[in-house]
């Protein structure tokens, strides 16, 4: 058995996909705005992801922007079978690299066509919508308006699947009434716990969590409990932060990200790291740092 498929699988949509799955932000420029530094080296890791197991790749076509979804395609195309490109809408860039909400039905119309072009696919397998209503956090509001647009384009045929993200549980209980939900991609990380309610009500219902930042995003986790553990087990934080998430719930999907081959190696051996019992304990202590 290859070290990712002891990450286990969980259904996403129709697909049964590892749950150890990689993100593709990080491959675009500083900043997922412009072009990587190394071309050449962005599609190694992506080709590399795919060899070593992986069937589940994170994107969106306002990363870079463009850029990681026409990487993926020049990697990758044609795509084998069993590999689930899941991306996401409702963002624009402007041309300093900010980040503009992008949600009314014309620009979500756009964003789906422009990921089915850059990708090189006829239909989108999952798209998530990221809610814009809070650009930094989950900010409480009705998602109705866009998630009908989406909707419509899934019953078009150009969306198989619909996810929702940076949503509260409201937000989700509202998305689920307008159409089937296959994933919610929030922040979550072991010391960033504000979804864990959220996750086992997800579980019950067959549903996908897919953590972003699970390793801290653009600050990186640092936590002395962290580092205790993993010099305890040899292993590195983040190879511990992972395998805490593959053991908090089984229906959590992880996307781990980054532009380094050396990198993605250490994060999909993460699968490999069975934590103890005690290890669990302390790393469950952690304090969530969004309530201090």
Not at 26 to 51: C, H, I, M, N, Y
Not at 84 to 110: C, F, N, Y
Request: aromatic letters at 4%; a negative charge.
């Amino acid at each position: 058995m290859s070290s990712i498929e002891q990450s286990g699988t969980f259904t996403l949509g129709h697909r049964t996909v590892k749950r150890l799955g990689y993100g593709a932000m990080q491959l675009a420029g500083p900043g997922v705005f412009g072009p990587p530094k190394d071309r050449g080296a962005a599609l190694a890791v992506l080709r590399e992801a795919v060899a070593r197991g992986v069937n589940h790749i994170d994107t969106s076509d306002f990363y870079g922007p463009h850029i990681t979804n026409q990487l993926i395609r020049e990697a990758l195309h044609p795509y084998r079978d069993d590999l689930a490109i899941v991306t996401k809408i409702s963002a624009r860039r402007g041309d300093d690299g900010s980040w503009i909400p992008a949600m009314s039905p014309e620009e979500l119309i756009q964003a789906v066509h422009d990921n089915l072009r850059n990708l090189g696919l006829d239909v989108l397998e999952v798209v998530n919508l990221r809610s814009m209503l809070g650009i930094h956090g989950p900010v409480e509001g009705s998602i109705e308006e866009p998630l009908t647009v989406v909707a419509e384009l899934q019953r078009q045929g150009l969306v198989r699947h619909i996810g929702l993200s940076n949503v509260t549980p409201a937000q989700v209980a509202e998305g689920r009434k307008i159409c089937e939900i296959v994933c919610v991609q929030n922040h979550y990380n072991v010391a960033h716990r504000d979804d864990d309610d959220l996750i086992d009500q997800l579980a019950r219902d067959g549903i996908a969590y897919v953590p972003f930042f699970p390793l801290g995003g653009f600050t990186p986790l640092q936590s002395s409990t962290l580092s205790g553990v993993a010099e305890r087990l040899g292993a590195t934080p983040m190879q511990v932060a992972l395998a805490w998430l593959l053991r908090r719930s089984p229906n959590i999907l992880l996307i781990p990200g980054t532009s380094s081959i050396a990198h993605l190696h250490e994060n999909l051996a993460a699968a490999e790291l069975a934590l103890p019992d005690d290890a669990v304990k302390e790393l469950d202590g952690v304090v969530n740092i969004s309530s201090t």
